[in-house]
């Protein structure tokens, strides 16, 4: 029993008419020289439609595996994924991925690549694809740059502008995969921000992988915590933070308890981690030993 639940049945809610994807008793495994390698070991969860899930755990623990296998880019050993109750059994537009490397066509200019799962689609008349582009590319602070080619823009501005393009084809579900690593701390904030707000307006169904225990409290609607490798839900955490989201959240008793809590059920899991030599699991283990400083 996993957190409290039996095996095979999701963790986050037993009320199931309110989720849009269930993942229930997922394993996953990879023939890594003579023994098969566990990726992920009776894998359940569920995501509330329209709320943003975050989920964390130690580097390694199988979370963009999971990510590929809802995407349906891989298919799972065991156990079933289910989209509005419909079996995922390939990619789909329905399900989007953002994933960590940029991914904007480097011959288009950012309003084309913007506009660009519209226009294939062909579900919307051409002015209204190029109006809706353009509101993205305000919200994101991108409109001076739109006739710019990606090799024109910073790092932080191409992550803009893919949240911009993944965000205009209203997928059921979001799925993004540490979509701000390796940024620096100053445009790793503004992301954050700059999500929020195209998510606070689209309210769209939304599963966030990190590894930043800040950054994932800041953004989530409920927070999951994943267990070390071989990776299963240890624990769902509801946050129960206002929105709009304002960085002085991150000083306020709430969000610290939130995090406390976070860190003592993720510390055993970080050293486990820790001993494999994962930076992220040092991450952890480090803002615990640090948490009353």
Known sequence: MIGGHP????????????????????????????????????????????????????????KSTLINIIAGYESADAGSVLLDGQPVSGPSADRLVVFQEA???????????????????????????????????????????????????????????????????????????????????????????????????????????????DEAIFLADRLLLMSNKPGRIIKAIDIALPRPRQAKLLTSQAYLAYKEEALEILHEEALKAFAGGSKAAADFVEAYASREQ
Not at 23 to 50: F, N, R, W
């Open 103 to 213: 991914a904007l066509f480097p011959w288009m200019t950012t309003l084309q690549n913007v506009a660009y799962g519209p226009k294939v689609q062909r579900q919307w008349p051409r002015d209204k694809i190029a109006a809706e582009a353009m509101r993205l590319l305000e919200k994101v602070g991108l409109r001076e740059f739109r006739d710019k080619y990606p090799s024109q823009l910073s790092g932080g501005m191409q992550r803009r502008a893919e949240l911009a393009r993944a965000m205009i084809n209203e997928p059921r579900l979001m799925l993004l995969d540490e979509p701000f690593r390796g940024l620096d701390a100053m445009t790793r904030e503004l992301m954050q921000e700059y999500f929020l707000a195209l998510y606070e307006e689209k309210r769209q169904t939304v599963l966030f992988i990190t590894s930043e225990i």
């Open 7 to 62: 095996p095979g049945t999701p963790a986050t809610t037993s009320d199931t008419s309110r989720a849009a994807l269930v993942v229930a008793g997922v394993t996953k495994s990879y023939q890594i020289g003579p023994e098969p390698e566990v990726a992920l070991d009776d894998c359940s969860l569920m995501l509330e439609a329209g709320k943003l899930t975050v989920l964390i755990g130690p580097s390694g623990s199988g």
